[in-house]
């Protein structure tokens, strides 16, 4: 350096750490992976479930190779857990019919006013019916 001559100054001065904001940082990251975990763990739970429901039910078909109505019935108690429903029905449709066939903790006045509508066609009259005619899932 000549004689005389001054350093030049930085233009940007360091700040330093602030120890506060790591801190919060692996704080949040540690949520996000309790959350990813809850998430995953709750995905293999439902997971499990639905192995375990079809297992019921292919055991039910091996059981009953000729009589359907033990697999409708498995079908409907499976359905009503997997779902978390209070209750399921399950309805076959031979191409022109739609028909109930089954059902899981339906009361007797539901099951009374259900099978005074079917069988009976697809069309507007019922969510199951309109399901079938468009194929879709029924508002």
């Given at each position: 350096?000549?004689?005389?001559?001054?350093?030049?100054?930085?233009?940007?001065?360091?700040?330093?750490?602030?120890?506060?904001?790591?801190?919060?940082?692996?704080?949040?990251?540690?949520?996000?992976?309790?959350?990813?975990?809850?998430e995953a763990q709750k995905r293999e739970a439902e997971a499990l479930e639905q192995q375990t429901a079809t297992s019921e039910i292919?055991?039910?078909?091996?059981?009953?190779?000729?009589?359907?109505?033990?697999?409708?019935?498995?079908?409907?108690?499976?359905?009503?857990?997997?779902?978390?429903?209070?209750?399921?029905?399950?309805?076959?449709?031979?191409?022109?019919?739609?028909?109930?066939?089954?059902?899981?903790?339906?009361?007797?006045?539901?099951?009374?006013?259900?099978?005074?509508?079917?069988?009976?066609p697809p069309g507007p009259g019922t969510v199951t019916a309109r399901a079938i005619l468009t194929r879709a899932v029924a508002p």
């Amino acid at each position: 350096m000549r004689r005389g001559a001054k350093p030049a100054k930085a233009k940007v001065k360091p700040k330093p750490p602030i120890a506060h904001k790591a801190q919060k940082s692996e704080r949040s990251r540690v949520q996000d992976l309790e959350k990813h975990l809850a998430e995953a763990q709750k995905r293999e739970a439902e997971a499990l479930e639905q192995q375990t429901a079809t297992s019921e039910i292919l055991r039910v078909i091996s059981a009953s190779p000729t009589d359907v109505q033990p697999v409708f019935d498995a079908i409907a108690t499976a359905a009503t857990a997997l779902c978390a429903a209070e209750n399921a029905g399950v309805f076959l449709y031979d191409g022109t019919l739609i028909h109930f066939v089954a059902h899981h903790n339906w009361t007797v006045k539901d099951l009374d006013a259900i099978r005074q509508v079917f069988p009976r066609p697809p069309g507007p009259g019922t969510v199951t019916a309109r399901a079938i005619l468009t194929r879709a899932v029924a508002p």
